[in-house]
């Protein structure tokens, strides 16, 4: 039986084909109708879409989940952050892959990321160990044990609203991914900010650096752990890969002889040895609360010395903040130090020198009376 559209769709290509004097669009134009095609039908599978199924419940702004402790969870979707994310070309099905009937189970399973984001997948989606690098992560590992609360890759790269790397939107842009973090780690971002770090990026400083930068990406590890980039022994190496930077050093002037002058001293020469107790950079510049030493406020201001030192020295009084801190004894800035230095390392050398001639002429000597008593 055909329908009203179908009628008309019919008696508008008979028009058309006969102003055009061309029979065959009528007879296509039919045979489109009795195979069941119609500018209607094409509209109906447009909307029952797998995303549109979806949307006609959570595109409702007042669509809410009531859990029986109180907590109303929003389950709108903004369908505007759809089309402007990442994934703006895939159903919601593609994501939420445990949804095959509807009504669906009133609580999904979470969504796996892994699904797309894995080696060698074939949609193009961002590979690498990423995914793997995350389930040894501090985070991973907290969600393994059941911990509702870690974080999962939505919490961070955002669920509905995935955007690129480069994006400002990206909730882990340079410069937003600290305030991403702070959303879990309050209290941390709440010294970050106010830090000679968490100030320069603020200010759109694209070399200071953010949480990523020293704590890692998705291979987070907790301080204690060995493989941490901020645990005693692996920190100053995070620390130097921008305090040891020729180009930074460049650019702002900042001073690189700290870690060669922190390696070879007895902290540093401890922690290397495997002395996890030895004071490392956070131990007196501090973790996320680092202040310029200007700055009444830092762990390394004059007056802030003693204590800071007495943390591990008890007893440390002022006399600790007298003395000069990262002394490169082989620059002439050292002072008295560089000449005690010189002086002591001259006097090796040539110990060693008149050392080494005494043992040549004793040998000579030898050599020449067992020949003698050979003769």
């Known amino acids: 039986m055909l329908t009203m559209t179908k009628l008309f769709f019919l008696s508008?290509?008979?028009?058309?084909?006969?102003?055009?004097?061309?029979?065959?669009?009528?007879?296509?134009?039919?045979?489109?109708?009795?195979?069941?095609?119609?500018?209607?039908?094409?509209?109906?599978?447009?909307?029952?879409?797998?995303?549109?199924?979806?949307?006609?419940?959570?595109?409702?702004?007042?669509?809410?989940?009531?859990?029986?402790?109180?907590?109303?969870?929003?389950?709108?979707v903004d369908v505007r952050l759809l089309d402007v994310s990442v994934h703006s070309r895939w159903n919601c099905t593609d994501c939420h892959s445990t949804v095959t009937t509807l009504p669906h189970a009133p609580v999904l399973e979470r969504v796996?990321?892994?699904?797309?984001?894995?080696?060698?997948?074939?949609?193009?989606?961002?590979?690498?160990?990423?995914?793997?690098?995350?389930r040894h992560s501090v985070h991973g590992r907290a969600v393994a044990t059941g911990n509702r609360k870690a974080p999962i890759c939505q919490d961070c790269h955002g669920g509905h609203n995935v955007h690129r790397r480069t994006d400002e939107a990206n909730p882990l842009g340079h410069k937003r991914v600290a305030t991403?973090?702070?959303?879990?780690?309050?209290?941390?971002?709440?010294?970050?900010?106010?830090?000679?770090?968490?100030?320069?990026?603020?200010?759109?400083?694209?070399?200071?650096?953010?949480?990523?930068?020293?704590?890692?990406?998705?291979?987070?590890?907790?301080?204690?752990?060995?493989?941490?980039?901020?645990?005693?022994?692996?920190?100053?190496?995070?620390?130097?890969?921008?305090?040891?930077?020729?180009?930074?050093?460049?650019?702002?002037?900042?001073?690189?002889v700290q870690v060669e002058t922190y390696k070879g001293s007895y902290h540093g020469i401890a922690v290397k040895f495997g002395q996890n107790r030895a004071a490392s950079c956070a131990s007196c510049h501090g973790h996320h609360d680092i202040l310029p030493s200007s700055d009444p406020k830092s762990r390394i201001h004059p007056a802030n010395i003693p204590a800071t030192c007495g943390s591990c020295h008890p007893g440390a009084n002022a006399n600790y903040a007298r003395g000069r801190i990262h002394i490169d004894a082989a620059s002439k800035d050292a002072g008295i130090i560089y000449y005690v230095a010189s002086f002591f390392k001259y006097l090796t050398i040539g110990t060693l020198i008149v050392l080494i001639i005494n043992i040549i002429l004793d040998l000579r000597r030898r050599l020449l009376t067992r020949r003698v008593h050979k003769s």
């Open 12 to 76: 508008s290509c008979n028009w058309l084909s006969k102003s055009l004097k061309c029979p065959t669009l009528t007879t296509i134009a039919t045979a489109f109708v009795l195979t069941g095609w119609s500018p209607l039908n094409a509209q109906i599978q447009a909307v029952a879409s797998p995303s549109s199924r979806c949307l006609f419940c959570h595109g409702k702004v007042d669509f809410v989940k009531r859990w029986q402790d109180g907590r109303i969870d929003s389950l709108f």
């Open 112 to 134: 796996d990321c892994s699904r797309c984001h894995f080696s060698g997948n074939p949609s193009g989606a961002p590979q690498g160990e990423l995914y793997d690098q995350y």
């Open 180 to 256: 991403t973090c702070g959303r879990c780690h309050t209290e941390a971002y709440a010294e970050f900010r106010l830090s000679v770090h968490g100030t320069q990026l603020e200010s759109g400083n694209r070399d200071a650096p953010s949480c990523i930068n020293c704590h890692g990406e998705h291979d987070i590890r907790p301080p204690d752990d060995p493989e941490s980039a901020v645990t005693t022994r692996n920190v100053m190496n995070t620390c130097s890969a921008c305090h040891a930077s020729e180009a930074l050093k460049e650019s702002y002037g900042v001073r690189t």
